[in-house]
């Protein structure tokens, strides 16, 4: 697994020699990052359920200013911690280890984009939304973008927050959202 773009473009991370971290294949991060290539530049985004950090310091290579990265896994925290220091990205990072409903919480920023890459469990989507939703982090133009199995069914709408674009590759879907428009 490699950066794929921008100032950090060809390292490699680190990843976990078993199966227990699904990283985000090369293919799909390119498609994501084409799909919000615009909410990047001088943004700050949280990778949510970090794994080896791959989403965020691919945002940060892409001109993100700043990236959150949450895990409650200790294996994965410190494969972030090695990416991080190995892109030597330390200044614009914040390693948080936590559940996602606390780490949330702990994030004293607005964000642009939200990552979202949760264990492959039906009906976890809509959970995340509505965490999402209690911290009030996301600014009202940002967007959150879920990676999950194309066999999951995730919702339309939850926590406030409207599906605007769905792809599948493979047998991953991508699935972005962004704040619903408060009824007049």
């Known amino acids: 697994m490699r950066i794929i773009a921008g100032e950090l473009k060809g390292r490699r991370l680190v990843t976990p020699a078993d199966n227990r971290?699904?990283?985000?294949?090369?293919?799909?991060?390119?498609?994501?990052?084409?799909m919000i290539s615009a909410y990047l530049p001088d943004s700050v985004v949280v990778d949510l359920f970090a794994g080896t950090g791959n989403l965020g310091l691919e945002a940060i290579s892409r001109g993100?200013?700043?990236?959150?990265?949450?895990?409650?896994?200790?294996?994965?925290?410190?494969?972030?911690?090695e990416?991080?220091?190995?892109?030597?990205?330390?200044?614009?990072?914040?390693?948080?280890w936590s559940?996602?409903?606390?780490?949330?919480?702990?994030?004293?920023d607005k964000v642009d984009v939200i990552f979202l890459d949760p264990p492959y469990v039906a009906g976890f989507i809509d959970k995340c939304l509505e965490a999402v939703a209690e911290s009030d982090i996301l600014l009202d133009d940002g967007i959150i973008v879920a990676e999950h199995s194309a066999k999951d069914e995730v919702p339309e709408t939850a926590g406030g927050f409207v599906k605007v674009k769905s792809k599948r590759y493979g047998s991953?879907?991508?699935t972005v959202y962004e704040k619903q428009e408060a009824e007049a």
């Open 99 to 108: 559940d996602y409903v606390a780490g949330l919480k702990k994030i004293n």
């Open 83 to 96: 990416n991080v220091k190995y892109c030597k990205v330390e200044d614009r990072s914040v390693i948080i």
């Open 21 to 34: 971290v699904r990283p985000t294949t090369d293919k799909v991060k390119e498609a994501v990052f084409s």
């Open 64 to 81: 993100a200013k700043r990236a959150y990265f949450i895990d409650r896994d200790r294996a994965s925290i410190a494969m972030v911690r």
């Open 172 to 174: 991953i879907n991508i």
